[in-house]
């Protein structure tokens, strides 16, 4: 029912934790591939996506560019996933995901309707929890979701979605596919570490930026 893209860049800890929680889907047979794009990692990312069976391809592009190659390669479900490394997926997501996509399909609105998690912070304090009701809100009123919080879109949706041109970034999808499609599943995207677009930042800088990003406020944040 599902193909997984991962676009990846020195996320060889992240894609472990990742992968891991995809294991439960793919015994269930939702998940029947994961197609892993690199984009030229120096650690040992494409030696995990080859350990765990992933078709791994190599682009060196934009965001935009590697999910586009990924999902071309990714020829065995109608339904597809879009999730970044170092996020682990709750529970048995897996289930409300295919309760989406079924719900989709039998009321026509495969062609026009994406999901997406809520967010998490694998973290303490109050910043945390701070983060996680901005992007919330940002998700649940806005439709505005963060690349962390993965994005679930049927085949015929993302074909719509590439119609007037390339893809830059997970934002410029989004704006493709219409704000007040995207459905926020109850299942929780829970982020693991900090790192964020290859940098390491502060345990609170990097929740306060991804509470902006959802806010659509591009503003960096230290400390």
């Known amino acids: 029912m599902l193909s997984v893209v991962i676009p990846t860049l020195d996320a060889e800890e992240g894609l472990i934790r990742t992968l891991a929680s995809l294991v439960p889907a793919a015994a269930e047979g939702v998940i029947r591939e ?12 494409e030696k995990v996506a080859e350990a765990a069976g992933c078709q791994l391809l190599h682009v060196s592009g934009c965001w935009g560019e590697k999910v586009a190659t990924g999902i071309a390669a990714a020829r065995r479900s109608p339904w597809l996933m879009v999730l970044q490394p170092n996020i682990l997926l709750e529970g048995e997501w897996f289930r409300e995901v295919a309760a989406f996509a079924d719900r989709a399909e039998r009321t026509g609105g495969a062609d026009r309707r994406a999901a997406t998690f809520r967010i998490a912070f694998d973290a303490f304090g109050w910043q945390a929890r701070l983060a996680e009701s901005t992007i919330g809100v ?3 009123v806005f439709g505005l979701p963060l690349p962390q919080q993965g994005l679930v879109v049927s085949r015929r949706l993302w074909d719509r979605a590439r119609r007037d041109g390339p893809l830059r970034d997970h934002r410029h999808l989004v704006s493709r596919i219409g704000r007040r499609s995207i459905h926020v599943l109850r299942a ?7 790192v964020t677009d290859g940098q390491s930042l502060p345990p609170g800088g990097a929740i306060a930026r991804h509470a902006l990003a959802a806010l659509g406020l591009p503003l960096r944040v230290t400390g």
């Not at 994961?34 to 990312?45: E, L, Y």
């Not at 929780?188 to 900090?194: H, L």
């Open 138 to 140: 940002a998700s649940s």
């Open 188 to 194: 929780r995207a829970i982020a693991i570490s900090t």
């Open 34 to 45: 994961v197609v892993v794009v690199d984009g030229g990692s120096q650690d040992g990312t």
